[in-house]
């Protein structure tokens, strides 16, 4: 139930801003209000949803949100980076340089850092520096943060 909500948030296919009704979402997922209810819990907790007078709302789109989730992506991509940079192997350091992304003094004049156009290097890079990261706390946030972009890069 979960990943039908997220997937309906993420799409867009739930208006940003726009009140939920419960009954409605659960006569459109054909199932009861309560599992529906229930499901909300997880939205709601990764700020998708928010509580208005009356009931609750998909999280608007607006300005701040999309300055928040872009500030918060950034802080938590530079956590990781700190954690997993001293730990890399030449293994490591070797599939960077193969894929553009080294910073090495050799590499100054070329270098391709990960850009803010998420583009195939800045995705791969994400992907990478996430897989061998171990901050257990921060790796969950960045995957939450995901979640938020995918819903932006939607509409």
């Not at 599992?35 to 700020?47: D, K, T």
């Not at 940079?85 to 910073?103: E, F, I, P, Q, V």
């Not at 990478?128 to 969950?140: E, Q, T």
Request: without cysteine; proline residues 5%.
């Amino acid at each position: 139930m979960f990943q039908q909500l997220r997937d309906a948030v993420v799409s867009g296919e739930l208006t940003p801003g726009v009140p939920v009704v419960i009954e409605q979402l659960a006569a459109t997922l054909g199932v009861r209000r309560t599992p529906i209810r229930e499901s909300l819990l997880a939205p709601r907790q990764l700020g998708l949803i928010e509580e208005m007078a009356g009931g609750i709302r998909m999280t608007a789109l607006d300005e701040d949100y999309v300055a928040e989730v872009y500030a918060v992506r950034s802080v938590l991509e530079g956590l990781i980076v700190e954690a997993v940079a001293t730990k890399l192997t030449a293994k490591d350091l070797a599939t960077l340089r193969r894929r553009g992304l080294s910073h090495g003094a050799e590499d100054s004049r070329r270098s391709r850092a990960p850009s803010d156009s998420d583009g195939e290097p800045a995705v791969f890079f994400r992907d990478f520096i996430r897989a061998r990261s171990p901050l257990l706390f921060v790796n969950a946030h960045f995957d939450m943060i995901r979640v938020h972009r995918e819903r932006l890069i939607a509409v």
